[in-house]
């Protein structure tokens, strides 16, 4: 799951904001970035690795064997503020809760930088020019600095979703169509004909 669409919740943001602190100390908006930037690679290692993502997130393992244990993997991979923030969180036993955490790290980034991300879904790939256009076209739309991540979709028929935090543009073939359907049985056939008209000439 993107980290845009993951829920952080109070416990998250104290420890988020916490390492934002000591990060912009230690080396302003550059460490702050490369921070973020590893804070995501490591999160990509608990998706895809099963077995490093239960020994983060396990109780049974003792917080001090683990804590070598991360030293062995993660030094000299990640930047030494993060490994000194995740092996706090680990003495804490709340290495479970290192997504929400990441999400509400990200969105205090984006929020001290005036930036926002987009996630931008369509059926196929979406190629670059067009998606350098849709960032330009957002970014002067909500006057920040937009950070767009690209998915694809196989399922939708055509048509492009975009997700700013909560909130969900759907602007999708297949929404139309169901939207379409639904008036079919609440309204008139001459209502749903003239909007049907309309798209057309759209």
């Known amino acids: 799951m993107p980290l845009s ?17 000591e990060a912009f100390a230690a080396g302003g908006r550059e460490r702050v970035e490369a921070v973020q930037g590893q804070f995501e690679d490591l999160l990509e290692m608990t998706r895809t690795d099963k077995t490093f993502n239960e020994f983060l997130a396990s109780r049974v393992i003792p917080t001090t064997e683990r804590e070598e244990a991360l030293k062995k993997i993660l030094g000299g991979r990640i930047d030494e503020l993060l490994l000194r923030f995740v092996l706090v969180v680990n003495r804490k036993d709340r290495l479970g809760h290192i997504v929400p955490i990441a999400a509400a790290y990200d969105q205090v980034v984006q929020q001290q930088f005036g930036r926002v991300e987009v996630d ?11 998606l350098a256009s849709v960032k330009s076209r957002l970014g002067e739309a909500l006057g920040k600095e937009v950070v767009v991540h690209s998915y694809t979709d196989p399922t939708m028929i055509g048509g492009v979703k975009f997700r700013i935090g909560d909130q ?6 297949q929404t139309t169509l169901r939207k379409i359907r639904d008036q079919l049985s609440t309204q008139g056939d001459a209502v749903v004909r003239g909007k049907i008209n309309r798209i057309i000439e759209d």
């Not at 829920?7 to 904001?17: C, G």
């Not at 931008?120 to 067009?130: G, K, L, M, P, R």
């Not at 969900?168 to 073939?173: H, M």
């Open 120 to 130: 931008v879904v369509t059926a196929s790939a979406i190629e670059a020019q067009q």
């Open 168 to 173: 969900l543009i759907d602007a999708s073939v």
């Open 5 to 21: 669409q993951t829920k952080p919740d109070a416990l998250a943001n104290i420890y988020a904001k916490s390492l934002y602190a």
